[in-house]
């Protein structure tokens, strides 16, 4: 069984990976930062976490605000780092962790938390800063992350109350996932910092070691303020600190402290702390009962035939072929594959079985292989095929036979004013 091994407390200011990649380890201005991260590293290098569930949230890099969302959960297989305006830092990628993310995605929305997922993102400043010095990285970073990365930017974001909660039942989502993994849960951000407007350069020392100090023995205290509240007392953006108790809501109701550093060089304190439970946490039921009702809501469902529910499984497995056909919405990208998309191919780095599916227009093997259908009904648009040819080939029919199942004889697609339809 997974296994938490204890929770990390770090900022995620971009001075940290700054000083580790400038080499200002020797300088006394910038070594107090590495000092406090020296514990951290001894921690992970002790504990051995097989995976790190990485809490952060991105600054406007690889989410915007045509679509932002509370809890994005990381599915993917890799991450990148993000070019934040002078070009990527210079680190390996990370692996992810798509078996334990798909778990996790499972039991929390059974929780009835309403999580987004992502993939085939890069992580910015907020992930990689602090990791980057936790963490060794020059052969290869020693296990895998799950980041869940919070939108707490564009107002309503989460409550505390709310991640407080999440943490809870995130909890019980790791440990009940079957294989026998370690996992450390960091949280990033904060503590008091405002970087905006007229009170830029805002911080509050006291408030921050109160803060610590309550998020260590009393953090229903701290899930009962509101954002106005922490905004008052640690500025607008040091705010975010409320993904700490995500961390916090993971561990047991006490905690030992192992380690806590302090450092304000500039606009954002530098902070780092370690827990482990101190106390026990019991399960009201067992990871069997508790995996067979997360289960519930797809439990069945592989028994209708001819039937693929687009899970996260085939959403990652399938990814840069579902991705390829998504962009047949770009005018652009479609007049050049209708001209040769072998290039293309190559380009998108499709394997060639997915050249072959796409070229063959195998509409029922895409499916079986991961496609999903309203993608299909794009490539339909733009290679002059109706939704109903579609529907006939996954079915193994004939276009005739299959219009014969109907009440009306129509034809039609999403090809929208481009449509020219193959009677
Ligand atoms: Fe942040």
């Given at each position: 069984?997974?296994?938490?091994?204890g929770?990390?407390?770090?900022?995620?200011?971009?001075t940290i990976?700054?000083?580790?990649?400038?080499?200002?380890q020797?300088?006394?201005?910038?070594?107090?930062?590495?000092?406090?991260?020296?514990?951290?590293?001894?921690w992970?290098?002790?504990?051995?976490p097989?995976v790190?569930?990485?809490?952060?949230?991105?600054?406007?890099t690889?989410?915007?605000?045509?679509?932002?969302s509370?809890?994005?959960?990381?599915?993917?297989?890799?991450?990148?780092?993000?070019?934040?305006?002078?070009g990527?830092?210079?680190?390996?990628?990370?692996?992810?962790?798509?078996?334990?993310a798909?778990?996790?995605a499972?039991?929390?929305?059974?929780?009835?938390f309403?999580?987004s997922?992502?993939?085939?993102?890069?992580?910015?400043?907020g992930?990689?800063?602090?990791l980057?010095?936790?963490?060794?990285?020059d052969?290869?970073?020693?296990?895998?992350?799950?980041?869940?990365?919070?939108?707490?930017?564009?107002?309503?974001?989460?409550?505390?109350?709310?991640?407080?909660?999440?943490?809870?039942?995130?909890?019980?989502?790791?440990?009940?996932?079957?294989?026998d993994?370690?996992?450390?849960?960091?949280?990033?951000g904060?503590?008091a910092?405002q970087?905006?407007?007229?009170?830029?350069?805002?911080?509050n020392?006291?408030?921050?070691?109160?803060?610590?100090?309550?998020l260590?023995?009393?953090?229903?205290?701290?899930?009962?303020?509101?954002?106005?509240?922490?905004?008052?007392?640690?500025g607008?953006?040091?705010?975010?600190?409320i993904?700490?108790?995500?961390?916090?809501?993971?561990?047991?109701?006490?905690?030992?402290?192992?380690?806590?550093?302090?450092?304000?060089?500039?606009?954002?304190?530098?902070?780092t702390v370690?827990?482990e439970?101190?106390?026990?946490?019991?399960?009201?039921e067992?990871?069997?009962?508790?995996?067979?009702r997360?289960?519930?809501?797809?439990?069945?469902v592989?028994?209708?035939?001819?039937?693929?529910?687009?899970?996260?499984?085939?959403?990652?497995k399938?990814y840069?072929?579902?991705?390829?056909?998504?962009?047949?919405?770009?005018?652009?990208?479609?007049?050049?594959?209708?001209?040769?998309?072998?290039?293309?191919?190559?380009?998108?780095?499709l394997?060639?079985?997915?050249?072959?599916l796409?070229r063959r227009r195998?509409?029922?093997?895409?499916?079986?292989?991961?496609?999903?259908?309203f993608?299909?009904?794009?490539?339909a648009?733009?290679?002059?095929?109706t939704?109903?040819?579609?529907?006939?080939?996954?079915?193994?029919?004939?276009?005739?036979e299959?219009?014969k199942?109907?009440?009306?004889?129509?034809l039609?697609?999403?090809?929208?004013?481009?449509?020219?339809?193959?009677?």
């Amino acid at each position: 069984m997974a296994r938490i091994v204890g929770g990390i407390g770090s900022s995620h200011t971009p001075t940290i990976g700054f000083a580790l990649d400038a080499k200002k380890q020797a300088d006394p201005v910038w070594a107090p930062i590495f000092e406090g991260y020296k514990p951290v590293q001894r921690w992970l290098q002790e504990k051995r976490p097989d995976v790190l569930f990485f809490i952060y949230n991105d600054h406007v890099t690889s989410f915007f605000f045509d679509h932002y969302s509370h809890f994005a959960l990381g599915v993917g297989a890799e991450y990148a780092v993000a070019d934040e305006g002078g070009g990527p830092r210079n680190l390996p990628p990370i692996k992810g962790h798509p078996a334990l993310a798909r778990h996790i995605a499972t039991a929390l929305t059974a929780e009835e938390f309403d999580l987004s997922y992502f993939q085939a993102k890069p992580l910015d400043h907020g992930c990689f800063s602090p990791l980057s010095v936790m963490w060794p990285h020059d052969a290869g970073w020693p296990g895998a992350i799950v980041p869940l990365q919070v939108g707490v930017l564009e107002f309503p974001i989460p409550t505390a109350r709310r991640c407080f909660r999440l943490g809870g039942a995130l909890r019980r989502a790791i440990e009940s996932y079957p294989e026998d993994l370690k996992v450390a849960i960091v949280a990033t951000g904060g503590l008091a910092h405002q970087v905006h407007g007229e009170r830029a350069g805002f911080n509050n020392t006291p408030w921050d070691e109160e803060f610590l100090d309550l998020l260590e023995r009393r953090p229903e205290e701290l899930s009962g303020l509101t954002i106005a509240q922490y905004a008052e007392r640690g500025g607008l953006e040091g705010a975010e600190v409320i993904m700490w108790l995500i961390m916090r809501g993971a561990l047991a109701t006490k905690v030992k402290k192992l380690h806590s550093a302090y450092y304000l060089p500039s606009m954002t304190p530098i902070v780092t702390v370690i827990y482990e439970d101190d106390s026990p946490v019991t399960a009201v039921e067992s990871d069997a009962e508790f995996r067979e009702r997360i289960g519930r809501e797809l439990a069945g469902v592989e028994r209708l035939p001819g039937t693929y529910p687009f899970t996260l499984d085939r959403s990652v497995k399938a990814y840069r072929l579902n991705h390829f056909l998504h962009r047949l919405i770009e005018p652009e990208f479609r007049r050049r594959f209708l001209a040769d998309p072998e290039p293309m191919f190559a380009e998108a780095a499709l394997t060639d079985e997915e050249r072959d599916l796409v070229r063959r227009r195998d509409w029922r093997a895409l499916i079986h292989y991961g496609a999903i259908f309203f993608l299909l009904e794009k490539l339909a648009a733009v290679v002059g095929v109706t939704n109903l040819h579609v529907y006939a080939a996954m079915r193994g029919q004939t276009l005739e036979e299959f219009q014969k199942t109907r009440n009306a004889q129509v034809l039609y697609s999403v090809a929208g004013q481009g449509a020219h339809i193959k009677q």
